[in-house]
């Protein structure tokens, strides 16, 4: 097989795609190209960057996208109020469609020829990359060096001494974790049995709750047409505004989620996250649709979080069905507007108050007290017709359940 010119890889400055640089100008082509994508992981990407350029890179680009991360996927997700399997808010899931049209910009650039990643080939990762890569330049060869070069772990320790790449001092950290603004997620190692209790040293941005004040933190998040702008009054950033959350959320040991999930490949894989203001936001979110939101739109809304949740998990986030979706949610969002008041305190994060100036709440309808205006005789008539078909059938059918 004659070599490709160039191959542009997605670079994360660890032990895979450090090894990934050699191996690929051994099997693949003449240059490879790094790319290495801040979207808040908070890794040391100066560093990163010469580390590739030191292990063969030709050129090495380090891209801060974490507005772009923020705005364009991280708050989609949030008006989407997507949640895989009720559970995971999905941060790795939506940096690899932005980490992706990021190489592909890149290569378009660069006159490379295929793109690579890191992923081996049981989990979620490489489809993202691949179907991503696939929707926005159907002409990208993909490369997958992990998932074809079958190295135990011990051997790419060897092959990276062989070829003087430098090992990372925590290569014998037993967790997979990968990070961003949204959360943070580790896998394997104890985890990997589903009945053992994470060790506490698998987590990273939360307290236990056993050491988390004892005294309750207030917040009041303010929403404008659905983009949470500000934090007890102070505006602050999107990234920003999250970071804050997180950081709040962890002290207070808000955001640990403990989950056997199912992935798209058949695998079920035991998964801890770390998501304080991502379980912040999402439950002051859907607070804020519950007052604003007539019934019938808020019960719909489930559904679409639900779709848009596994689309973005299974790698469609480039696809009719998500940019249908976001029609739909970006037409619902500029009603939520209003501020939620939150009560973290031990572990939770509690909604203990809404407004809005569109609020749907009616105090003289709910009211069992004075200034009562609902008309409790129009009940009788109602209750009467929508019961009507249940009475129709069971004369029909008897009424012995
Ligand atoms: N299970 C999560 C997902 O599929 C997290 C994956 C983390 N990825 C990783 N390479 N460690 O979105």
């Not at 008006?79 to 399997?85: D, T």
């Not at 959350?245 to 808000?254: H, R, S």
């Not at 439950?283 to 007539?294: D, I, K, M, S, W």
């Not at 940019?323 to 969002?333: T, W």
């Amino acid at each position: 097989m004659e070599k490709l010119k160039k191959i542009i890889l997605a670079y994360s400055g660890g032990l895979d795609t450090s090894i990934a640089i050699r191996w690929l100008k051994e099997n693949y082509c003449e240059e490879v190209v790094t790319v290495a994508v801040d979207v808040g992981q908070e890794s040391d990407l100066d560093f990163i960057k010469e580390k590739a350029l030191k292990v063969g890179a030709v050129k090495s680009y380090v891209i801060d996208a974490r507005d772009e991360f923020a705005s364009k996927y991280v708050l989609k997700g949030l008006q989407a109020g997507a949640l895989y399997e009720q559970q995971y808010p999905l941060a790795t899931a939506y940096s690899r469609p932005l980490i992706s049209k990021i190489l592909v910009n890149y290569a378009n650039k660069e006159n490379a020829q295929a793109i690579a990643h890191g992923c081996t080939g049981k989990g979620n990762d490489q489809v993202r990359f691949e179907v991503s890569t696939a929707a926005l330049d159907p002409n990208l060869q993909v490369i997958a060096p992990a998932r074809e070069w079958g190295f135990t772990r011990e051997e790419e320790i060897e092959y990276a001494k062989k070829y003087n790449i430098p090992v990372p001092v925590d290569v014998n950290n037993p967790y997979s974790v990968d990070q961003n603004l949204w959360g943070r997620s580790c896998e394997c190692g104890v985890l990997e049995d589903p009945w053992v209790e994470p060790p506490e040293e698998a987590y990273e941005w939360t307290t236990k709750v056993e050491d988390a004040p004892n005294q309750p933190t207030y917040l009041e998040i303010y929403f404008e047409k659905g983009v949470p702008l500000s934090i007890n009054g102070e505006n602050i950033v999107l990234p920003e505004l999250i970071s804050r959350l997180n950081k709040i959320g962890g002290e207070n040991a808000v955001g640990r989620v403990d989950m056997v999930e199912n992935r798209l490949v058949g695998i079920k894989s035991r998964e801890i996250y770390e998501c304080p203001g991502a379980i912040i936001l999402l439950a002051a979110y859907n607070a804020l649709e519950g007052l604003v939101f007539p019934g019938d739109l808020a019960h719909f809304k489930q559904i679409i979080s639900q779709k848009y949740a596994e689309l973005t998990y299974n790698g469609l986030w480039f696809s009719a069905l998500k940019d249908a979706l976001d029609g739909f949610v970006g037409i619902i969002k500029e009603k939520v507007t209003g501020t939620v008041k939150i009560k973290l305190l031990k572990g939770q994060s509690v909604v203990v108050g809404r407004k809005s100036p569109n609020s749907l709440y009616d105090f003289n309808l709910a009211t069992y007290d004075k200034g009562d205006t609902f008309n409790q005789d129009y009940a009788k008539g109602f209750i009467q017709l929508w019961g009507l078909p249940s009475k129709v059938y069971a004369s029909v059918n008897g009424n012995n359940r």
